[in-house]
């Protein structure tokens, strides 16, 4: 019998079909492709997060109820999955489940996987988005909250009533949003919703595509708010890698990168930080930040496999001011301690 050595083989000697989610910087579907190269250990984990790979594999026989797993498993030097932990996870479930992850468990069995190492509970927002991908993937009905956020975007519930919105309902509408008019309908009432309204719905919308009118919507209201609250906005244009190297590049002008600003851009924009110049004025700004600020938030950035050379070749760069060239110094201390 061959060796099982990925999820994928397994699933796949179980007659599942299944999705791979990532789960650590945002919600978003990874490619079955690419997943197999992430597995084989061909390709680094795109989207890392502290060291780790955290995502979901959603599986099913047929038009049976499916079957989720939250994963999260350490990386390498070079971004791959660590191969003991990958095996010991399998492993694991091998000896749980024998070769059909779809079979009935015992209670003993459930407590085996509930309580293994590699498993972690996604926040209240990520778990939200999460479900209504997935139940929108699967052809499922949107959650019992899903009807009132409808009526509320669409102006037919009172907007003092924005208290009763539930952030599954909201979660539901924002992957819907090209359903019903809904984009329209969410681009017209988010500027007029309160800001609890708004930073709900932005945190929905930064982990999805989203298509004008409402990214004009959006760059309005982060021109437009208080510095406290531009992040919210910026989150929600993350899809738009040149609409944020635009905001950031308003942010560098008026003094605006503070620590809350480089760590949203980190765990949501980083693909602004493709461009030179937008990379540039992000450094500068992590250079004047405390030095264990600037080692943490580098390393984490350094880790995204899309920016790596880049950052790697932005240490060498003579024209970086001498704030940031101490910085790099202090960063490469740390490391050889």
Same mark, same amino acid.
């Given at each position: 019998? #061959?060796?099982? #050595?990925?999820?994928?083989?397994?699933?796949?000697?179980?007659? #599942?079909?299944?999705?791979?989610?990532?789960?650590?910087?945002?919600?978003?579907?990874?490619?079955?492709?690419?997943? &197999?190269?992430?597995?084989?250990?061909?390709?680094?984990?795109?989207?890392?997060?502290?060291?780790?790979?955290?995502?979901?594999?959603? =599986?099913?026989?047929?038009?049976?109820? $499916?079957?989720?797993?939250?994963?999260?498993?350490?990386?390498?030097?070079?971004?791959?999955?660590?191969?003991?932990?990958?095996?010991?996870?399998?492993?694991?479930?091998?000896?749980?489940?024998?070769?059909?992850?779809?079979?009935?468990?015992?209670?003993?069995?459930?407590?085996?996987?509930?309580?293994?190492? =590699?498993? @972690?509970?996604?926040?209240?927002?990520?778990?939200?988005?999460?479900?209504?991908?997935?139940?929108?993937? /699967?052809?499922?009905? +949107?959650?019992?909250?899903?009807?009132?956020?409808?009526?509320?975007?669409?102006?037919?519930?009172?907007?003092?009533?924005?208290?009763? /919105?539930?952030?599954?309902?909201?979660?539901?509408?924002?992957?819907?949003?090209?359903?019903?008019?809904?984009?329209?309908?969410?681009?017209?009432?988010?500027?007029?919703?309160?800001?609890?309204?708004? +930073?709900?719905? !932005?945190? !929905?919308?930064?982990?999805?595509?989203?298509?004008?009118?409402?990214?004009? #919507?959006?760059?309005?209201?982060?021109?437009?708010?208080?510095?406290?609250?531009?992040?919210?906005?910026?989150?929600?244009?993350?899809? &738009?890698?040149?609409? !944020?190297?635009?905001?950031?590049?308003?942010?560098? &002008?008026? %003094?605006?990168?503070?620590?809350?600003?480089?760590?949203?851009?980190?765990?949501? %924009?980083?693909? +602004?930080?493709?461009?030179?110049?937008?990379?540039?004025?992000?450094?500068?700004?992590? +250079?004047?930040? $405390?030095?264990?600020?600037? %080692?943490?938030?580098?390393?984490?950035?350094?880790?995204?496999?899309?920016?790596? %050379?880049?950052?790697?070749?932005?240490?060498?760069?003579?024209?970086?001011?001498?704030?940031?060239?101490?910085?790099?110094?202090?960063? @490469?201390?740390?490391?050889?301690?």
């Amino acid at each position: 019998m #061959t060796e099982i #050595t990925t999820l994928s083989q397994f699933l796949a000697t179980a007659n #599942t079909q299944f999705q791979v989610y990532d789960l650590g910087r945002k919600v978003q579907n990874i490619d079955m492709m690419a997943f &197999h190269q992430i597995e084989s250990l061909v390709s680094p984990y795109p989207y890392p997060i502290q060291g780790h790979a955290q995502f979901a594999i959603v =599986f099913w026989q047929q038009s049976e109820q $499916p079957y989720i797993w939250f994963i999260k498993l350490p990386l390498d030097e070079q971004g791959l999955l660590s191969p003991a932990p990958r095996q010991q996870f399998i492993k694991m479930i091998l000896e749980a489940l024998g070769r059909d992850p779809t079979q009935t468990l015992t209670e003993e069995q459930q407590q085996q996987l509930a309580n293994h190492p =590699f498993s @972690f509970k996604p926040n209240q927002h990520k778990l939200a988005m999460f479900n209504a991908l997935v139940r929108k993937q /699967l052809g499922q009905q +949107a959650s019992s909250q899903y009807e009132f956020a409808a009526q509320y975007f669409s102006g037919q519930t009172p907007s003092e009533n924005w208290q009763h /919105l539930g952030l599954q309902g909201l979660a539901d509408l924002c992957v819907r949003m090209k359903q019903f008019d809904h984009l329209t309908q969410i681009a017209e009432t988010l500027p007029k919703a309160p800001i609890e309204v708004q +930073a709900a719905t !932005c945190e !929905c919308l930064e982990h999805l595509v989203i298509e004008q009118p409402l990214v004009d #919507t959006l760059y309005q209201l982060f021109s437009q708010s208080a510095a406290e609250f531009k992040g919210i906005y910026l989150k929600a244009l993350s899809s &738009h890698p040149s609409v !944020c190297q635009q905001a950031i590049a308003e942010l560098h &002008h008026h %003094n605006q990168l503070d620590d809350n600003m480089l760590i949203t851009i980190a765990a949501r %924009n980083w693909t +602004a930080l493709k461009d030179d110049e937008t990379r540039k004025f992000y450094l500068e700004a992590l +250079a004047k930040q $405390p030095q264990h600020f600037f %080692n943490q938030v580098f390393a984490d950035i350094v880790a995204i496999p899309s920016l790596r %050379n880049a950052l790697l070749t932005d240490l060498r760069n003579p024209n970086r001011s001498e704030q940031l060239s101490h910085a790099i110094g202090g960063l @490469f201390k740390a490391a050889s301690l």
